[in-house]
């Protein structure tokens, strides 16, 4: 009975850290919501003109930057990151192309390092210990550019609800991409915005733009993705807790009648001896 009354006792307190946590994801949840809904009108129209541009897949050189978390109760959305870059590595490698691999979120590096270590050019852990802005993305952005692949591709989460996402990769398009697109097709695609100075002069500074813009948005996406499915975690965590509970104290209080059953027996047996 004692061994029953210690793990109630335990039981009892993982629920109460649950419990607690999945309030703490849903405060988060509303915070990573209005990010995402003052972000997405900010990053949208810059990626849609790079959308524009006529696309035509070449081999060479690729970088992809997986997007994952800092923290893991948050089931299997770094998993799923991590899974997709491996496959995605592994077709590349095998079409004879060389791979590199950035990382944004520790459990990015804790899934792919140890086995593709030596493809990684950079990694940026903890960044959601300070306030994500646009700002961390530029920083991002500058050392994708600097990398300068003939391809890049990002891989992340896209949140779609509370309990749906899905995890995706995005052909982005990089300066040697631009170099070598078909001129006709490439104006036709710009013709549609006007540009002060001309396009050919702010092109670099619009690249980069691009880039962090993408970026930022497959962050934001990411996070609420996380957030999401912690809250799901949290409340499927309580609630096999209280499952859990209901079963142990059963258990307990079966236990208890057995040894007042018991109990009321030997006082009987004596009552009669005497």
Not at 49 to 69: D, W
Not at 150 to 161: E, H, L
Not at 241 to 252: C, D, N, P, R, S
């Amino acid at each position: 009975m004692k061994s029953l009354s210690i793990r109630m006792r335990s039981i009892k307190n993982m629920q109460k850290i649950t419990k607690a946590m999945k309030m703490v994801a849903a405060a988060k949840m509303r915070k990573d919501q209005r990010a995402l809904d003052l972000g997405f009108p900010f990053t949208k129209p810059v990626t849609a003109l790079f959308e524009r541009l006529p696309r035509e897949e070449k081999a060479g050189n690729i970088t992809y930057l997986a997007v994952t978390s800092d923290k893991g109760l948050c089931g299997g959305v770094n998993s799923a990151v991590n899974k997709q870059v491996r496959l995605n590595l592994l077709e590349e490698e095998a079409k004879g192309n060389v791979v590199k691999i950035m990382v944004l979120g520790g459990k990015g590096v804790a899934g792919l390092k140890r086995l593709y270590g030596d493809r990684f050019s950079t990694s940026f852990e903890e960044a959601s210990k300070s306030p994500w802005t646009y700002a961390t993305a530029s920083l991002i952005a500058e050392r994708l550019i600097k990398a300068n692949p003939a391809r890049a591709k990002i891989v992340g989460n896209t949140f779609k609800s509370m309990v749906v996402y899905h995890t995706r990769v995005d052909h982005t398009v990089t300066m040697k991409e631009a170099q070598t697109m078909d001129r006709t097709e490439w104006s036709k695609a710009m013709d549609v915005y006007s540009f002060e100075p001309s396009i050919y002069e702010v092109w670099d500074d619009l690249h980069e733009f691009y880039y962090a813009s993408a970026i930022h948005a497959a962050f934001l996406n990411s996070a609420i993705t996380e957030t999401s499915q912690r809250m799901s975690a949290m409340e499927n965590a309580s609630k096999n807790a209280g499952e859990m509970l209901e079963k142990v104290t059963l258990q307990f209080n079966r236990a208890r009648q057995a040894k007042i059953t018991t109990e009321l027996c030997e006082i009987i047996s004596g009552a009669s001896a005497v």
